[in-house]
């Protein structure tokens, strides 16, 4: 039977080659990611670049200690709370199975993960929806998480979960984006009005 191979959202970003940049007045780190690099942290083969503002708390896996997606990106404020936050899972498709059908259970899963985690859920939406032009699989929800639940996560968060498509491979990016209602209105904000937005605009698949 042909199945989806689930993976977690958390944490950790794997990556080859290192510069800084300035770009738009936005200092940076470009990391590229490659099918060498994830086979050392026992990850499904994939090849990106992407630029992250250096400002930003940024976690990369460590080759030899077990990881459970490809990074995470915060912005934490004096108050040592996470208001942004951007991490990298990934969803593997066997056969003939479609991201935008059929990666809707993983999205799912993702509801569910922050639930367990201790946000109470407003709202959520998965759904094919449009963002910054194009049309993805999504997961749209807002949750608050109660003070001492959580030292780094407190308040109430605007989550936009994208699978990002991958042209060159049968592994996707599920690109986890969330910010304090602070920083957001609305979900369309988190495609040029955050720090981690940088990420989201420079994002690129390699072959």
Request: charged share 30%.
């Amino acid at each position: 039977m042909k199945k989806i191979k689930l993976i977690a959202i958390l944490i950790y970003l794997q990556f080859g080659f290192i510069q800084c940049q300035t770009k738009e007045n936005i200092e940076v780190i470009t990391y590229e990611v490659t099918p060498e690099f994830s086979k050392k942290i026992n990850k499904p083969e994939i090849h990106f670049t992407v630029d992250i503002p250096k400002n930003l708390k940024f976690d990369k896996p460590v080759e030899g200690k077990k990881t459970y997606s490809y990074g995470m990106i915060q912005k934490i404020g004096k108050d040592s709370i996470v208001s942004e936050m951007y991490s990298f899972g990934y969803i593997s498709m066997d056969g003939g199975m479609q991201l935008e059908k059929d990666g809707k259970t993983f999205m799912k899963q993702i509801r569910d993960m922050l639930k367990s985690g201790g946000y109470e859920i407003e709202e959520d939406n998965i759904a094919i929806e449009e963002f910054d032009g194009e049309k993805y699989l999504s997961l749209r929800a807002i949750g608050k998480m109660k003070e001492g639940l959580s030292d780094l996560f407190v308040g109430r968060y605007f989550f936009n979960v994208i699978a990002k498509p991958n042209p060159y491979s049968n592994t996707h990016i599920i690109m986890l984006m969330a910010a304090k209602d602070t920083q957001v209105k609305t979900y369309a904000d988190f495609k040029d009005k955050l720090a981690i937005s940088t990420v989201w605009k420079s994002f690129t698949y390699l072959k």
